[in-house]
């Protein structure tokens, strides 16, 4: 049913910003009972929530990346962004966009996600 598809450049340089876009199909992002999720793991890492918009356009962002993190949205287009600011290798990961009824995002086996996006640090 609903799907979602990451898109935006696999490569960023370092203290640049990191912009990827979450194309969501078969459900409407302004649905309130969902949160729209961007999710990271590292490579050897756990996986890290992010942050989230509401269906409200309410944000929700993890402490650790607070500094740096904003996710925008597009309803016209049924799309929501993830903009990281100020990137470091530390911040090459794979990166997904889920739809999840409860936030922060522990485990996969909760909601539905896109395939997830490879996006590296480097000069």
């Known amino acids: 049913q609903v799907q979602l598809q990451e898109s935006g450049p696999g490569l960023v340089k370092p203290s640049q910003t990191l912009s990827l876009t979450c194309t969501v199909s078969?459900?409407?992002?302004?649905?309130?009972?969902?949160?729209w999720s961007w999710i990271r793991q590292p490579p050897g890492k756990r996986l890290e929530w992010m942050g989230a918009i509401g269906g409200s356009g309410t944000t929700y962002y993890s402490p650790s990346l607070q500094s740096r993190i904003s996710i925008p949205r597009d309803t016209s287009k049924n799309q929501f962004t993830l903009q990281l600011s100020s990137v470091t290798s530390e911040d090459t990961a794979v990166y997904y966009c889920?739809?999840?009824?409860?936030?922060?995002?522990?485990?996969?086996?909760?909601?539905?996600w896109g395939q997830g996006t490879q996006v590296s640090v480097s000069s």
């Open positions: 889920a739809r999840v009824r409860t936030v922060p995002v522990t485990t996969r086996s909760a909601g539905s």
């Open positions: 078969g459900g409407s992002i302004t649905t309130n009972t969902y949160y």
